[in-house]
Each structure stands twice: as C-alpha cells, then as structure tokens.
C-alpha cells in the first residue's frame, strides 16, 4: 500500500522538502493511517509534521477518549499537536446548519488556524477512495453540476489527500499488519446520514452483489470527470472573457452568447454569471441556471429574482444582473411598491421588510426519519428538491393562483380571499411564498396543495415568517 500511495503523492506534487504539514488526525482508522504514512514519507522527502485534533462537544467521553489517544499517540513519536475544542450544537445553532455541516466547517476552520499560526504549507486529510465513491453517489443523488460528480481531488489548493488511492480494507490491513491501533466512531455505524447509508448499505452491497471492483470504477470514472471539468472550465473562462461585462456591481452577459455557444457551455456560463454577480457558488442550483437561461425568450424590460437578492433585466443587447440595492433603500425608507417587490428565499437567509422578518433554512433528513410537520401556521415545510423555480416571497398579483387538493385543482387568489371574506384593503398587505404565479403559501392563512414533505423527503425548506398574525395581517 505504501508504494501506491508513495507514486501516488509524486503524480501530483504533493509535498516538498520545504513542506510543513498539517495533518487533520481525528484518532480513526484512516488519520491514523495518514499519520504513519506521512512519518514514512517524512523519512524520505523530509517535511515538517504538525497534527490537529478536533473535539466537537457531541460524543461526551467516547470524545474524550479520542483526544486523549491522539494526544498520547503524537506524544509517543514527539509529533506537535493542537487539540481543538468546539460546541458544534451550538455552532450549527449560530450558522444555521445542519450538525454535519457545522462540524465540517469548523475542522476546516480549525486546519486553516493552526496552518496560520505556524506557517503551514499543506492541509492533509485522511480521505481514501470509498469515501470519494460516497461522495460521488451522494452528488449522484442529489443532482449535483458536473464539477461535483468529479468528487474530492488530490491536490485543492492547500490540501492534499494522500490516501485517496487506496481503500477502506487497504487501510485497515496496513494497520492490521503494523499492529497500530485506532479508535472507532459508534456513530460510522448508525444509519443516521445518508452517507452512513451509502458507506454501511449502498457500497457493501454495489461491492457484494454486482462488481467487487464497483468503488475502483467509481474512482477510474471521477478522475474523467475532473478532467472533463477541467477543461470544460477553460471553455467557460473563454466564453465569461467573451461575452460577460462586470462594471461595478452589475455583471452583464451578451444576447449573443446562447447563439454563439454550445448549450452545455453556455449553461455553465449562466451558472458563472450568477456565481460572479453573488460572490457565492452555494445554493446556485440547475433551477436558477434554467431560470437565467429562459431570459433570452423574454421580452426586452423582462425581470427575473435570482438568489442572493439579485436581480436579471433583459435589456437592449444584454442580461444584466445585479443586486436589488435601489429597492432596498427604498425598503429601509418606507417607500416599497409592495405589489412590485420580491424576495429570493435562500436558505440561511434573514430578510427584514416592513415589520415582518422572513427566515428560511434548509433541513437535511434521512427517510427514515418521522415527518413532524410545524404546526405553526408561520412556518411552513416545503419539499426542498421537489420545487423547480426560484421560490419568492411577495405580494399578491394578477394571475395567482394556489393548489387547494392534492389531484392538483387550482383556484384563483382572488376568489380564495373572496370565498375566505378577506377585507380587500387587507389583500395587499399579505405575504406570499410563491415560485412565479403559483402560491405555495398564503402566509397566516393556508398553506397550497404542493411541495408536501414526506417520508421519503431528504431535504426539507423551512420558511417562517415572524411576528405573528399582527405583524402579517397589519404590515
């Protein structure tokens, strides 16, 4: 194993002499073996080492025992450790995360530190082939872009990943035959998370019953694919120099660009665009991608809401996107045109407008998991990967309708409020959650026929609108 992993590093430059090394060692398997890698190859190239241990305050004393091991382990071969200490409940609370999410974030955060304070020159982590395989089936899964179906590469920017040539039952062996022990996570085993479920269900299986080579392939396949984005990201680059215009805040992208260029290319572009106009790549998913797209059959003074609070306008000779600055300040003075204002609804998002605030996080659940829906009539779930259009939060206009069955029977807003006997100076001040005419949510009064969550709901979309039945009914 330590020669594949020896050409391994070489193929992509992973470490130098003037390397130091920080090493992310959590007391598992896999940093385990990613120590004693690095300590063999320290013989050869000889870089500098340094560990870093994560503590997340969630295990209690099984935590605790992991710290206690790897700082005894880094002791017994004199090797600098850094013991980290978080609350990652209380993080995920504060970022408004999932505990997984929070967690990654802040081992990232903790690497970064340490890599700071003492001059590092590399970030190495412990992830081998299977987890890639995870990966790529849960991007799989989850319609990821084609730049995550490539998984995690060798060599990111500062980090490096040693052991992701080898697998899982290659680790295990090496430690095996060593004699290096390791601790072990009960929570790998529990089928909590669906990548404890591809890990423990989806791959055993994959290798058992169809092709014992299946996370082999998987890798020989994401190594295509990273290289197949590679260069389709230098297309991009072509095109975004092309065809995109930045002058100040305002990105703007030609007409000519979807004629000129292939669809693939330019759906990317689109992708770019709206990536370079938020100055974020998440959450920008394939249905703002369509959404941006579809401007180009539109008519000239056409506008579009896109996530971040961003806008699109078709104009003369170009799409120009831009953030809703000038309507802002309007809001922060009192001048809104309610009817005209909208809201993309972004997980993660806290948006104030008059005297409502509108909050929206994203729930990852497991299908196993119990459907406990909110009953709350001022927050409402909705079916995160089932909705296709940018969800919206606005008031009422011409054409709404909602879905009052689950066969799909519509009913116009206006009769709704009619049949309901809501005052017509009351209509104008309601909010809705809705993806272009069709209302998901009248918010106070009903939620629409659509979106449901349910058992086999993976993520779910949680909008609240706060202040209650005051604050809504009398904005």
């Known amino acids: 194993m330590i020669e594949k992993i020896r050409a391994y590093v070489k193929k992509y430059h992973m470490l130098e002499q003037s390397d130091i090394v920080i090493a992310g060692i959590s007391g598992g398997a896999d940093s385990v073996c990613l120590l004693f890698v690095l300590m063999d190859l320290q013989k050869e190239i000889g870089f500098q080492i340094r560990t870093v241990h994560v503590h997340h305050g969630l295990r209690g004393e099984a935590a605790d025992a992991d710290a206690a ?44 530190k340490e890599r700071d304070l003492y001059g590092g ?3 190495a982590l412990a992830h081998h082939s299977d987890d890639n395989a995870e990966t790529f089936l849960m991007n799989l899964i989850r319609g990821s872009r084609l730049q995550g179906l490539g998984g995690m590469r060798p060599v990111s920017d500062s980090m490096i990943r040693p052991l992701l040539c080898v697998g899982r039952k290659e680790i295990e062996m090496y430690l095996e035959e060593r004699q290096i022990s390791y601790c072990t996570d009960a929570t790998n085993f529990e089928n909590i998370y669906t990548r404890n479920k591809l890990r423990n269900c989806v791959i055993p ?33 072509k095109a975004f120099d092309d065809y ?5 805040e305002e990105v703007m992208i030609r007409i000519a660009a979807k004629s000129a260029l292939a669809e693939v290319i330019f759906h990317m572009l689109c992708h770019r665009v709206i990536a370079e106009a938020a100055g974020s790549e998440k959450n920008i998913g394939q249905k ?18 896109l996530p971040y609070r961003l806008t699109a306008v078709h104009e003369e000779a170009c799409i120009c996107i831009k953030k809703m600055e000038e309507k802002n300040q309007r809001e ?11 809201y993309p609804i972004v997980p993660g998002m806290q948006l104030r407008i008059e005297n409502s605030v509108i909050t929206a996080k994203l729930i990852e659940k497991s299908s196993s998991d119990a459907v406990n829906v ?13 909705i296709k259009d940018t969800v919206i939060v606005r008031k009422r206009r011409p054409g709404d309708y909602i879905i009052i069955d ?43 026929c659509a979106a449901y969550v349910l058992e086999e709901t993976e993520r779910i979309l949680e909008i609240t609108i706060h202040g209650g039945e005051k604050d809504v009914r009398n904005n």
């Open 205 to 237: 299986y994959l290798e058992e019953e169809i092709n014992p080579a299946a996370v082999a392939h998987i890798n020989q396949t994401m190594e295509q694919l990273r290289q197949i984005s590679d260069y389709m990201n230098t297309q991009v680059e």
């Open 69 to 112: 091991f790897v700082k005894k382990l880094t002791e017994q071969y004199k090797i600098p450790c850094t013991i980290y200490y978080y609350d990652v409940e209380l993080e995920a609370k504060k970022r408004k995360q999932s505990t997984e999410e929070a967690g990654r974030e802040v081992r990232r955060e903790a690497f970064r």
């Open 332 to 342: 922060r003075k009192g001048e809104t045109d309610s009817k005209e204002a909208s």
């Open 406 to 448: 689950k066969s799909g029977k519509k009913q116009k807003l206006k009769s709704y409020f009619i049949n309901e006997k809501i005052p017509k100076e009351e209509r104008d001040r309601i909010w809705l959650v809705a993806q272009g005419s069709h209302v998901l949510w009248i918010a106070g009064y009903r939620r629409g």
């Open 121 to 123: 020159t590399k970030i």
């Open 288 to 305: 703002h991608v369509e959404l941006l797209s579809s401007m180009w059959d539109q008519q000239k003074g056409s506008k579009l809401s």
């Open 374 to 386: 909110p009953d709350n009539i001022y927050t409402k779930w909705f079916d995160y990967d089932i």
């Open 244 to 248: 995109v215009k930045i002058e100040g």
